[in-house]
Nanobody, 118 residues
Framework: QVQLVESGGGLVQPGGSLRLSCAVS????????MGWSRQAPGKERESVAR???????NYPESVQGRFTISRDDTRNTVYLQMNNLKPEDTAVYYC????????????WGQGTQVTVSS
Protein backbone atom coordinates (compact mmCIF):
# COMPACT_ATOMS: atom_id res chain seq x y z
CA GLN A 1 0.00 0.00 0.00
CA VAL A 2 1.29 3.43 -0.94
CA GLN A 3 1.45 5.95 1.87
CA LEU A 4 1.36 9.70 1.29
CA VAL A 5 1.72 12.14 4.16
CA GLU A 6 1.12 15.85 3.65
CA SER A 7 2.55 18.54 5.85
CA GLY A 8 3.16 22.27 5.83
CA GLY A 9 -0.38 23.56 6.08
CA GLY A 10 -1.45 26.23 8.50
CA LEU A 11 -2.78 29.72 8.89
CA VAL A 12 -1.38 32.42 6.64
CA GLN A 13 -2.22 36.03 5.86
CA PRO A 14 -3.56 36.98 2.43
CA GLY A 15 -0.62 37.56 0.14
CA GLY A 16 1.54 35.18 2.13
CA SER A 17 3.19 31.95 1.10
CA LEU A 18 3.26 28.33 2.17
CA ARG A 19 5.08 25.26 0.94
CA LEU A 20 3.32 21.96 1.30
CA SER A 21 5.22 18.69 1.35
CA CYS A 22 4.08 15.21 0.44
CA ALA A 23 6.25 12.37 1.67
CA VAL A 24 5.71 9.19 -0.31
CA SER A 25 6.50 5.69 0.92
CA UNK A 26 8.10 4.56 -2.32
CA UNK A 27 10.03 6.04 -5.21
CA UNK A 28 8.02 8.82 -6.78
CA UNK A 29 9.43 7.79 -10.14
CA UNK A 30 7.17 4.74 -9.92
CA UNK A 31 4.12 6.93 -10.47
CA UNK A 32 2.86 8.16 -13.80
CA UNK A 33 1.82 11.44 -12.25
CA MET A 34 1.82 13.33 -8.98
CA GLY A 35 -0.53 16.09 -8.04
CA TRP A 36 -2.27 18.23 -5.51
CA SER A 37 -5.99 18.76 -5.11
CA ARG A 38 -8.01 20.77 -2.65
CA GLN A 39 -11.47 20.69 -1.19
CA ALA A 40 -13.24 23.48 0.61
CA PRO A 41 -16.40 22.92 2.68
CA GLY A 42 -19.42 22.57 0.43
CA LYS A 43 -17.33 22.43 -2.72
CA GLU A 44 -16.08 19.70 -5.01
CA ARG A 45 -12.50 18.58 -4.89
CA GLU A 46 -10.47 20.31 -7.56
CA SER A 47 -7.02 19.74 -8.96
CA VAL A 48 -4.61 22.61 -8.40
CA ALA A 49 -1.40 21.10 -9.74
CA ARG A 50 -0.32 18.06 -11.70
CA UNK A 51 3.05 16.79 -12.82
CA UNK A 52 3.72 13.78 -15.01
CA UNK A 53 6.71 11.51 -14.63
CA UNK A 54 8.34 13.30 -17.54
CA UNK A 55 8.08 16.60 -15.70
CA UNK A 56 5.21 18.21 -17.56
CA UNK A 57 3.01 20.35 -15.34
CA ASN A 58 -0.38 21.93 -15.54
CA TYR A 59 -2.44 24.22 -13.35
CA PRO A 60 -5.95 25.61 -13.44
CA GLU A 61 -6.36 29.31 -14.12
CA SER A 62 -7.32 29.92 -10.50
CA VAL A 63 -3.77 29.22 -9.32
CA GLN A 64 -1.73 29.82 -12.48
CA GLY A 65 1.31 31.91 -11.71
CA ARG A 66 0.90 31.46 -7.96
CA PHE A 67 1.32 27.72 -7.34
CA THR A 68 4.25 25.56 -8.39
CA ILE A 69 4.58 21.80 -8.07
CA SER A 70 8.03 20.27 -7.77
CA ARG A 71 9.65 17.04 -6.63
CA ASP A 72 12.76 15.76 -4.94
CA ASP A 73 13.42 12.19 -6.05
CA THR A 74 16.13 11.65 -3.42
CA ARG A 75 13.65 12.36 -0.65
CA ASN A 76 10.60 10.79 -2.33
CA THR A 77 8.85 14.08 -1.71
CA VAL A 78 6.57 16.28 -3.78
CA TYR A 79 6.09 19.93 -2.97
CA LEU A 80 3.51 22.58 -3.65
CA GLN A 81 4.79 26.12 -3.37
CA MET A 82 1.91 28.52 -2.91
CA ASN A 83 2.50 32.25 -3.25
CA ASN A 84 0.23 35.27 -3.06
CA LEU A 85 -2.38 33.26 -1.22
CA LYS A 86 -5.97 34.40 -1.26
CA PRO A 87 -8.85 33.67 1.13
CA GLU A 88 -10.46 31.55 -1.58
CA ASP A 89 -7.44 29.24 -1.41
CA THR A 90 -8.63 28.08 2.00
CA ALA A 91 -9.19 24.33 1.80
CA VAL A 92 -7.84 20.95 2.76
CA TYR A 93 -5.04 20.11 0.37
CA TYR A 94 -4.46 16.52 -0.67
CA CYS A 95 -1.50 14.91 -2.34
CA UNK A 96 -2.18 12.27 -4.98
CA UNK A 97 -0.09 9.72 -6.84
CA UNK A 98 -1.11 7.69 -9.86
CA UNK A 99 0.51 4.28 -9.61
CA UNK A 100 2.01 2.60 -12.64
CA UNK A 101 2.72 -0.66 -10.84
CA UNK A 102 0.04 -3.12 -9.70
CA UNK A 103 -2.34 -2.39 -8.19
CA UNK A 104 -2.69 0.60 -10.45
CA UNK A 105 -4.81 3.55 -9.46
CA UNK A 106 -4.80 6.85 -7.64
CA UNK A 107 -3.54 7.09 -4.09
CA TRP A 108 -4.44 9.92 -1.73
CA GLY A 109 -2.95 11.35 1.41
CA GLN A 110 -4.94 12.42 4.45
CA GLY A 111 -4.73 16.10 3.65
CA THR A 112 -3.41 19.22 5.32
CA GLN A 113 -5.47 22.28 6.18
CA VAL A 114 -4.58 25.62 4.62
CA THR A 115 -6.37 28.68 5.95
CA VAL A 116 -5.84 32.09 4.40
CA SER A 117 -7.27 34.80 6.59
CA SER A 118 -6.43 38.18 8.00
Amino acid sequence: QVQLVESGGGLVQPGGSLRLSCAVSRSISSFSAMGWSRQAPGKERESVARMTRSGSTNYPESVQGRFTISRDDTRNTVYLQMNNLKPEDTAVYYCAADSIIPPTGRNWGQGTQVTVSS
